[in-house]
């Protein structure tokens, strides 16, 4: 038995970085999603614990900028986690068909976005990994499609 | 948009976390990996009409202890033990650090995994024997093995 402590921060950035460095490596999607999954339940409530708004709360304050519908922070936080399929891909119900439709590329990508932005709250942004992703970011994602610079004022290219 | 099926999921994250831990890497990714392939083959298992590990851990603790425990609950009990929870879950109250013995806990998850994934798929694929033949060699297999013939029947796995 070699029992040790661990800061839960520090076991959310290790499967984070895991994450990023199967992604960029071209390693399985349904791990990455599963694994950045993971850092994110621990990021987002470290950042509600730091008294500060998760992505969660920042995604629902847009929404409702926009006109969305007003949910709380948890449903709020189920729905994105369902189009990301993060539960999915850890769980089968006894009723479940077992087939799921998806583009994993994506999810695995929003997975990421998602447990970064927590992660940045709490680390800032000269972390080695996020560096790194953000190189990636710049050098493979289409600048149409995605605000591969961060400009607060980017809108994506109409079809 | 492209279907998959569960089965092909969990195969891909279990292939992943040996992968990880045969590697030497993060203890924490291979939990979690092996946390959320078990997930999945569990079900799989049952459906199959085979005994999952949950229901064989519940057999050896009647055996033991003298009552079955509850699934879901017994099951909670080992995605615990197993540091599967802590890895993927903080409430509010929880405290800023967990104790873990993570090389132990990779180690316990990983088996469980491939345990259910061996009743579906036998062990015929590199990945599993890999995994199997790192734990004969650093766990005493050979000395596991005799204790393992010496146990009664019921205390074994169906």
Redo the contacts between chains.
């Keep these: 038995m070699t029992l040790k402590s661990y800061s839960r921060f520090e076991l959310a950035e290790n499967q984070l970085e895991t994450a990023i460095g199967l992604f960029v490596s071209g390693g399985d999607r349904f791990s990455v999603i599963s694994l950045a999954g993971a850092a994110d339940v621990i990021l987002s409530r470290l950042v509600i614990n730091h008294e500060q708004k998760n992505f969660t709360e920042l995604s629902l304050k847009c929404e409702l900028e926009r006109g969305g519908a007003n949910e709380t922070r948890e449903a709020h936080g189920k729905c994105m986690n369902d189009a990301l399929f993060i539960n999915q891909i850890k769980h089968m119900d006894d009723d479940d068909d077992g087939f799921i439709d998806l583009e994993p590329e994506e999810c695995a990508l929003g997975a990421i976005l998602k447990a970064l932005v927590n992660y940045v709250i709490l680390a800032g942004q000269q972390k080695d990994i996020v560096l790194a992703f953000k190189a990636w970011v710049r050098l493979n994602l289409d600048s149409k499609k995605y605000n591969i610079n961060c400009d607060p004022n980017w809108k994506p290219h109409a079809k | 948009?492209?279907?998959?099926?569960?089965?092909d999921?969990a195969r891909?994250?279990l292939?992943?976390?040996v992968g990880?831990f045969l590697r030497g890497?993060?203890h924490?990714?291979v939990i979690?990996?092996a946390?959320?392939a078990s997930?999945?083959l569990?079900?799989?298992v049952?459906r199959a009409g085979k005994e999952p590990f949950v229901d064989y851990a519940r057999r050896v603790h009647c055996e033991l202890v003298g009552y079955t425990p509850k699934r879901k609950s017994y099951s909670h009990h080992i995605d615990k033990k197993l540091g599967v929870i802590?890895?993927?879950?903080?409430?509010?109250d929880?405290p800023?650090?967990?104790?873990?013995?993570?090389?132990?806990q990779a180690v316990d998850a990983l088996s469980r995994a491939l345990s259910d994934y061996v009743s579906l798929n036998g062990q015929d694929e590199p990945f599993v024997k890999a995994f199997f033949s790192w734990v004969w060699e650093n766990t005493d297999g050979p000395a596991l093995m005799e204790k393992f013939k010496i146990a009664p029947d019921r205390m074994k796995p169906k």
């Design positions: 948009m492209a279907r998959f099926h569960k089965h999921v891909l994250q292939l992943t976390a990880i890497l993060d924490s990714s979690t990996l946390g959320a997930g999945i569990d079900t799989l049952k802590a890895h993927k879950h903080l409430s509010k929880d800023d650090t967990v104790e873990l013995d993570l090389e132990k």
